[in-house]
């Protein structure tokens, strides 16, 4: 199983001498950015001509500056109707005849599944991100049982073909999708897009009351409630401990907080709800220790950036998490929806300034080793290369 960059290929031209072209689908332009920015970097420098599908917000100006070219493609989120789906993949069908990508890379389910369907019959190469795994996936609901039975059945038809693979970011990701059916040789790990280990540097603890940070969108699943209700049992036993909350409601999402509850919270005592936040080390900056109580993640980028910053971590015992909060080596791992278990751990790293450095410079260095954006970049492109017949 390829799980990570292998010598360097040669990059093949286009028959018209052109440079190959990479298409990346993502339902939000601000996802690109946020998220695939280090990987479509390293491509352009390999020699892709990069082109990235999506929903278009504010995003367009900071995708121009890098070079890319941005193709708006409406991508409807939450409650999806037949027609909406059809006009998206109708979308990207049209932008697959005009562009003729010779590598598609499909970020997340919906693009991977919607994306896929559009490529049908298209002589392109496919690299299908099959990220977090969603609320269908966390969610036992008997609807959510239901579309993860339909998602299960399609993702294996649709990603277990020629010249196609599954790209996964965590090991537990991959047992999954063995388990729908998709072959081992079709299966991909690499672990995250990456952290800039040169912008996030360690940087040294802040003064006053023990900051817990929180950073992600205000879903349910990302266990914003559970820590709520932590940070509230410490505060009524006498713990002064600070918790600050960077992140938005995502309205789309069936898991997400209401921005009436999330203003709330940013009323109750030793609760700063910052909402969303561009510059993260200006969070870590204010918080002793990161905390992320998911019940689920592909590799949770809030961790690795505080992980780079030095920052002790605290998360769930789930897939994702303990790929970055080693247990007892850069953090502690409690069950998840549990907020007394979240209580007793936070109350345990608060108490020990100690544990908190080790935590944190063993947090550093493994951001540096193998997570660090450039040695990312290189695995995700070498797979690029291999997928579109590079030569070398």
Known sequence: MPTAASPQLALACRPDGGPPRLLYVVTEDWFFLSHRLPMARAARAAGFEVHVAANV?????????????LHPVRFARGKLSPFATLATIRTLR?????????????????????GSLAALGCRVAR?????????????????????????????????DRPRSVALVQNPDDRELLLRLGIAAERIVLIPGSGVDVDRLKPMA?????????????????KGIRVLVAAHRQLRAKGTPVELLIAGTPDPANPASVSQAEAEAWGREPGITWLGHVDDIATVWARAHIAVLPSRREGLPKSLLEAAACGRPMIATDVPGCREVAIANQTGLLVPPDDPSALAVAIETLADDVGLRDRFGRAARALAEERFAEGAIGRAVTDLYLRLVGASG
């Open 127 to 159: 690299v299908n991100a099959i990220t977090g795994l969603g609320y269908s996936f966390i969610s036992d609901s008997v609807k959510a049982r239901v579309v993860r039975t339909v998602i299960g059945t399609l993702l294996r038809l649709l990603v």
């Open 57 to 69: 917000g504010d995003g367009a100006a900071a995708i121009a500056r890098e070079g890319f070219v």
């Open 205 to 221: 603890e802040p003064t006053g009351a023990i900051t817990i940070g929180f950073v992600g969108r205000l879903l349910d699943d």
């Open 94 to 114: 049209r932008l697959h005849r005009d562009l003729a990508p010779d590598l598609v890379h499909h970020v997340a389910l919906q693009a991977t599944i919607f």
